[in-house]
């Protein structure tokens, strides 16, 4: 892990300040708006509270697409990181090393994240499917589809990945059950992580953060880095890099519609047609802060999304290890507790959302920002 005392070489605003919407909707927004729930008596707030948890099974609500947005992101800053890497000459090998190493760590940072309390003496209860080592693996191969693929090569990988994830899941059956089944008991994904995932998986007999499922979540990435490859285009407009942003994530989201037909949208087994439609939105959201910071150059409100953006790594893991929602509760119950007992998770959860920020704003101020 790297630590940097300075600010990183200047790039396009938008994609820290998506970024950083992004973590904000992990990392404290999400409690703070599903904390509304009952409070009211407009259905519209309910509403709103409910898009931010997760189905239990087929579905789909907003916060389902928060973490591919993130795989997305990631998968953006590739061709600018690959690019400053080539201009400084650095070999192949070099790049593999360090996105191997990196990869390394977010695999391990995840595992200490989905188990602590860590069982040392329970190897059986460790859980291995992670966001975080998600992360870590999708990069790693997309910085190597990247240094040895042309774009079209790459969108054609991504596409058979998905294909073939679909294929099989309606092709091969499951011991009891037949081709095709999507129910929690006799999916192909549960059974597979069942026969061949050592260790404790989420749900007892099924892991959406398993072996299977993540090769469609690399295609996040991959499409990610198409999205890079756009913003980086030498001698394009402004305009028209938008355009293509938005006109390509228009594509994806009709394909995915017409694939949900027969693939149900649903994040639990990442499927085909869920993949394609968080990419067409992470297209779609990835214009809108480029069009709206870069373009029309209305910045002054994305500083509040710059500042998580920069240290994303950094929130996700404060967030798990320090309880923030308590501070809250000890520096501010004496300020909300008049509005009330069924108000004041709403006031809690915003009190730990301002510690959050204040604690990244100050490793800002102080030009501190953790990456691996």
Known sequence: MEIQLKQPSTRLVSIDALRGFDMLMICGADAFFRSFEGKTSWAWVDALAFQFEHPEWVGFTFYDFIFPLFLFVAGVSTPFSLGKAKAENMPKKEIYRKAFWRMMILIGLGVLDKNAPFPFFDWEKIRL?????????AGFVTVFLFLNFNTQKRLIIAGSILFLYYAAIFLIPVP????????????????????????????????ELGILTTFPAICLTIFGAHAGE?????????NQKLKEL????????AIALIWNLHFPIFKRMWTSSFIMLTSGMAFLSLGLF????????????????????????????????????????LLFEGLYKPLGENWMPV??????????????????????????
């Open 176 to 207: 009891g059950f037949r081709a095709g089944n999507l129910s929690f008991e006799g999916n192909l994904v549960g059974w597979f992580d069942r026969t061949f995932l050592p260790g404790r998986l989420l749900q007892g007999q099924f892991d």
């Open 230 to 238: 756009i913003l980086r285009k030498a001698g394009v407009s402004e």
């Open 290 to 329: 480029y069009g709206i910071i870069d373009i029309l150059k209305i910045k002054k409100w994305s500083f509040f999304f710059v500042v998580i953006g920069m240290n994303s790594l950094t929130i996700y893991m404060i967030y798990r290890f320090v309880n923030f929602r308590y501070t809250s509760r």
């Open 246 to 253: 938005i006109l390509t994530g228009l594509i994806f989201i």
């Open 347 to 372: 006031m809690e959860s915003l009190g730990a959302l301002a510690l959050v920020w204040l604690f990244l704003y100050f490793l800002y101020r102080k030009k501190i920002f953790f990456k691996v």
């Open 129 to 137: 499917g992670s966001v975080l080592g998600r992360i870590g693996i």
